[in-house]
């Protein structure tokens, strides 16, 4: 199945796309996607105690299992105001 | 008022996406996000302008505007550049005016936030709290702030004398409780 990876900021520009689709087997979760990254692009590895993620806009813990056609986002410590 | 307890709000409360007024297209938005520059009239006008027949029950509205500073950290700051998970946002902003209308009943909030280049002196971040008396206006508001800086999906991206930061505070997490608590004791204090 297919999901949408959605990155913000910092997270964004370490892996140069603001989006970008991976294809994943049944059962995937918000971990595991996020681990797959972080072994793409080692410098997102210093996030993994500090993100948060979301799927379809809403936020989801990391043991979210995904469905197919899914938007995962993952968010670094935020700074709005 | 800040010394009633949490859970003795009289309302039902609607559990997902719920806005305290239908938003007809006629009134200001309440919640919105954006590159546009804020307008303080606007959000005023949509907490007093009450939809529910009780516009004039307020006695007060008290605002809060997010200014970009001209220095951070001992840096000259030229411009901040604002990004946001705007959807998520929208629903982080209905979160706290669900939590204001929990812990405040009777308070009406409106919260804007900028996105895209904001410059020095030009405002990031609008609220407005409308009560029918003060105290809750102003707890509210200041309320409102905190938890935006906690948990609303928006960065800052900080151009300053010399180079460019991501601003990184805290890690987003709407059901810690903890750190709820701990913008109510701030806008209690």
Known sequence: MRVTVRLFARLREIAGAAEMARDVAPGATIGGIW???????PALRPYERSI????????????????????????PPVSGG | MCDVGFANGKRAITPSFHHPIPYTGLMPPLLAIGSEPLNLERLIGA????????????GAV???????????LGRRVL???????????????????QEV??????VM????????????GDASVAIAAASPHRADAYAACRYAIERVKQIAPVWKREFFDGGDVWI???????????????AERTACA
């Open chain 2, 47 to 58: 907490v007093t302008e009450r939809a529910d027949g009780s516009t004039g029950s307020d």
């Open chain 1, 35 to 41: 681990r797959d990254l972080a072994s793409e692009f």
């Open chain 2, 62 to 72: 008290v605002t809060f505007l997010g200014l970009v500073r001209n220095h951070n």
């Open chain 2, 109 to 120: 909030l409106a919260l804007h936030h900028r996105t895209g280049r904001v410059d020095v």
């Open chain 2, 168 to 182: 990184e505070g805290a890690t987003a997490d709407p059901t810690d409780d903890e750190a709820r608590l701990h």
């Open chain 2, 101 to 106: 209308d929990r812990r405040w009943p009777g």
């Open chain 2, 79 to 97: 411009f901040l550049e604002y990004e946001a998970y705007d959807p998520l946002a929208l629903k982080t902003f209905d979160q706290i005016s």
């Open chain 1, 52 to 75: 948060s993620s979301a799927v379809n806009a809403d936020y989801a813990r990391m043991d979210t299992e995904l469905r197919d056609g899914d938007e995962v986002a993952f968010l």
